[in-house]
């Protein structure tokens, strides 16, 4: 069964910082290309983050362009998302999710439970 | 706003048909990249509904079909049940914007 748990989110002041993880399981982790889905309270879905099976090619946002790090561990099955400077327009709960296809127009096939980031003083 | 044009709303009587578009421009759609659709109920993860415009994963009901022509896509549910009321989003990539989108979401209502 895959199962995709995220940890590490939590009330941050704006222009702080948060390292959100995702453990993977239930399936072979360096084939597939995983990215970061988020939803702003009472909104829809923004594409944030999508990364290669093995880690090579990124893909951002304009809106987190040069302050979002996504990153993997393919031997911990573990996804990395490195937030800084933290706005409130950040404030979401994000879903770790496992892509079918090329990371750049892949689609998800598995989602996450979502964890929830709040940016505010 | 996104490139993909949801309507905010949609409603049916239990047993109807209804239908969800997606509108987009030859960037998407119209540039012949796959359509996907989600169903969000209240509360919870997202979940895959349709893939590559018209291919139902393994456990959802047939109830739930995809088209996609020109430069839009639609998801169909026929046979509406109360369990369907949820929030529904589509999903493309942009050759303009480089990367992928998703419309805005329609919350449809089990009247």
């Known amino acids: 069964e895959v199962q995709l748990v995220e940890s590490g989110g939590g009330l941050v002041q704006p222009g702080g910082s948060l390292r959100l993880s995702c453990a993977a399981s239930?399936?072979?982790?360096?084939?597939?290309?995983m990215s970061w889905v988020r939803q702003a309270p009472g909104k829809g879905l923004e594409w944030v983050s999508p990364?290669?099976?093995?880690?090579?090619?990124?893909y951002y946002a304009d809106s987190v362009k040069g302050r979002f790090t996504i990153s993997r561990d393919n031997s911990k099955n573990t996804l990395y998302l490195q937030m800084n400077s933290l706005r409130a327009e950040d404030t979401a709960v994000y879903y770790c999710?496992?892509?079918?296809?090329?990371?750049?127009?892949?689609?998800?096939?598995?989602w996450g439970q979502g964890t929830l980031v709040t940016v505010s003083s | 706003q996104s490139v993909l044009t949801q309507p905010p709303s949609v409603s049916g009587a239990p047993g109807q048909r209804v239908t969800i578009s997606c509108t987009g421009s030859s960037s998407n759609i119209g540039a012949h990249y796959d359509v996907h659709w989600y169903q969000q109920l209240p509360g919870t993860a997202p979940k895959l509904l349709i893939y590559a415009n018209t291919n139902r994963p393994s456990g959802v009901p047939d109830r739930f079909s995809g088209s996609k022509s020109g430069t839009s896509a639609s998801l169909a549910i026929t046979g509406l049940q109360a369990e369907d009321e949820a929030d529904y989003y589509c999903q493309s990539y942009d050759s303009s914007l480089g990367g992928v989108m998703f419309g805005g979401g329609t919350k449809l209502t089990v009247l």
């Open positions: 990364i290669s099976d093995s880690g090579g090619s990124t």
């Open positions: 999710a496992k892509l079918i296809g090329a990371y750049s127009y892949g689609y998800v096939d598995y």
């Open positions: 239930g399936f072979t982790f360096n084939i597939y290309a």
